[in-house]
């Protein structure tokens, strides 16, 4: 791990900056790499890993890496069936998280990805500054942006900002100061035969739940609305079925009670009996009910921790304060600052049948950054990509084998598409995975992008949206229960909607 601590990227001037050390600022530095694109990365950590050093705070990810799949390991396939391995330029880096697991559970342990995360960052090479804090930002008479940190001062173009959503945020209700919040969890012995408030019904307070059931004698979980389920929501908004154990123990009548109730007030219990009293509204009828228990726990959510980039003029939105961002994850008020990593969430997609992107995760973000890292080398720094050509012949099949094995599309459903451009005078070309909301609301010449959706059947189907003399039409295809959308009806049924820009070979093949 020598090459860990070495201190690359000395405080000075630099094309772009990269700020983080978590999945988000390692898949773009990768990436950024690949494309040529000189950049500095900084981090406040020690090592890499980011989140993953810390959390989950029960030492295992909800997020699967399947040793064994329908598809080869080391393929672009197999990334459908591991979630947790960053993406490598070269192929034989392909998969780190397989390699690391040792088979009990197909939930990496957090050690598992830290470890995952810092092999990636060796194997390929990655360097990081890490102990830079960033403190503070401002900006140069040219444009420029300053970034201060504990190391120095240091001047770029363009920066991307990949901070994570990790600062702990808990809501004003009176008296909320009193309870511990997620990241100040004590080790699970010292909640042994305690009673046990969680405020929350996202993940993070099922996954405590989950943890205490061997240990607590009465878990409550609140919160105003009822918990959703991933599987009845059939995707990932919701409580994952790896956290569900607390909700049969509710439902059997084991000890734990979820109810959907508001916060009223925390208070200092009475001495001797329970150290907190929480006062409960109940959402159903507006009962009060009270309870006294031993510790109270606010698995409230976390925000992003962007410093004085608000005041400088990135605006921000919610709850977690995710900064307004543009398709191409760049601040929608402040141009020239990208994001990357977990806080992409924030530039929202098309979120079809109200399903939102996999931005937040590893697999959703990882492409996020890849794309981005394409976007910032041809629009501010003149790279030219590779633009494939394609034979008319093979355009359906080509769809239909994304379509089917693609690992973009599947993390990144009716988020990002894979995009031909279809110019009479240049051919058809491959211009890669691009996001689905710019796609739709850009304009410009004929193209075809192709993206998986879903509803709320948990059906996933592939939709093909067709731009073509300026207006975008939309058109689904059927589901399949393989996935394998390589069949009779959908080349048939591409192969018509496609027809009017394809058919007679009005589009030739180009040259190059
Ligand atoms: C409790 C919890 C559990 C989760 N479990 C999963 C899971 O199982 N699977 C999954 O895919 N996702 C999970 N997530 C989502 C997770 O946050 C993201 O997938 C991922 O870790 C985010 O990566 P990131 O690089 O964006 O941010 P982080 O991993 O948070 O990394 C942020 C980096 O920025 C650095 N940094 C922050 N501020 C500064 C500064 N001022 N100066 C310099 N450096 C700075 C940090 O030191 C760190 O290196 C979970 C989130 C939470 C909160």
């Given at each position: 791990m020598a090459e860990l601590t070495e201190r690359p990227f000395p405080p000075g001037d630099y094309p772009l900056v990269v700020v983080g050390s978590g999945p988000g600022g390692l898949q773009v530095s990768s990436a950024l790499g690949g494309l040529g694109i000189r950049h500095a990365l900084l981090s406040a950590d020690e090592q890499p890993g980011g989140m993953f050093r810390r959390w989950p705070f029960f030492q295992r990810l909800l997020s699967w890496t399947k040793p064994y799949a329908p598809v080869a390991r080391a393929t672009r396939a197999y990334e459908r069936y591991d979630w947790n391995s960053l993406i490598p330029e070269s192929d034989e880096h392909r998969a780190?998280?397989?390699?690391?697991?040792?088979?009990?559970?197909?939930?990496?342990?957090?050690?598992?990805?830290?470890?995952?995360?810092?092999?990636?960052?060796?194997?390929?090479?990655?360097?990081?500054?890490?102990?830079?804090?960033?403190?503070?930002?401002?900006?140069?008479?040219?444009?420029?942006?300053?970034?201060?940190?504990?190391?120095?001062?240091?001047?770029?173009?363009?920066?991307?900002?990949?901070?994570?959503?990790?600062?702990?945020?808990?809501?004003?209700?009176?008296?909320?100061?009193?309870?511990?919040?997620?990241?100040?969890?004590?080790?699970?012995?010292?909640?042994?035969?305690?009673?046990?408030?969680?405020?929350?019904?996202?993940?993070?307070?099922?996954?405590?739940?989950?943890?205490?059931?061997?240990?607590?004698?009465?878990?409550?979980?609140?919160?105003?609305?009822p918990a959703r389920l991933s599987v009845n929501t059939h995707s990932l908004v919701g409580i994952r079925a790896r956290y569900l154990q607390p909700y049969e123990d509710h439902v059997l009548g084991g000890g734990v009670a979820i109810l959907d109730a508001g916060i009223e007030r925390i208070e200092p219990g009475s001495p001797g009996d329970a150290p907190f009293r929480v006062v409960t509204r109940r959402s159903s009828d507006s009962v009060e009910m009270a309870f006294d228990v031993d510790a109270v726990i606010a698995a409230t959510g976390f925000v992003a921790p962007l410093l004085d980039l608000p005041d400088l003029g990135v605006a921000t939105f919610g709850q977690s304060r995710l900064p307004a961002q543009t398709p191409f994850w760049e601040s929608a008020t402040m141009p020239g600052v990208f994001f990357a990593g977990t806080i992409g969430q924030g530039s929202g997609g098309l979120k079809k049948h109200g399903i939102p992107s996999n931005s937040g995760a590893v697999q959703g973000a990882r492409y996020n950054a890849r794309v981005l890292a394409r976007h910032i080398a041809t629009t501010r720094f003149g790279v030219k990509l590779e633009r494939p050509t394609l034979a008319p012949a093979s355009v359906v099949e080509f769809l239909l084998d994304e379509l089917t094995q693609g690992p973009e599309l599947w993390h990144q459903r009716a988020y990002l598409g894979r995009v031909l451009s279809l110019d009479p005078d240049d051919g058809i070309r491959d211009e890669g995975i691009l996001p689905l909301a710019w796609f739709v609301d850009a304009g410009g010449p004929d193209a075809v992008a192709a993206t998986l959706e879903t509803d709320g059947t948990g059906a996933v189907y592939p939709v093909i949206y067709l731009r073509r003399g300026g207006s975008v039409s939309e058109h689904a295809l059927e589901a399949h229960p393989l996935l394998d959308y390589r069949t009779a009806s959908a080349r048939s049924a591409l192969a018509s909607i496609l027809a009017p820009v394809l058919g007679g070979s009005s589009i030739p093949l180009a040259s190059s």
């Open positions: 780190v998280m397989v390699g690391l697991m040792d088979g009990t559970s197909y939930f990496p342990s957090r050690p598992e990805m830290q470890a995952g995360l810092e092999a990636f960052t060796s194997r390929t090479n990655l360097k990081v500054r890490f102990g830079c804090r960033w403190t503070g930002t401002s900006r140069l008479d040219d444009g420029r942006f300053i970034l201060e940190t504990t190391d120095g001062e240091y001047t770029a173009g363009t920066l991307v900002i990949a901070v994570g959503v990790a600062e702990p945020w808990r809501p004003t209700s009176p008296g909320m100061e009193l309870a511990a919040h997620y990241a100040d969890t004590q080790p699970v012995e010292t909640y042994a035969d305690k009673r046990i408030f969680i405020v929350g019904k996202q993940n993070s307070g099922f996954e405590l739940a989950s943890g205490m059931l061997p240990w607590a004698k009465r878990i409550i979980i609140a919160s105003p609305s």
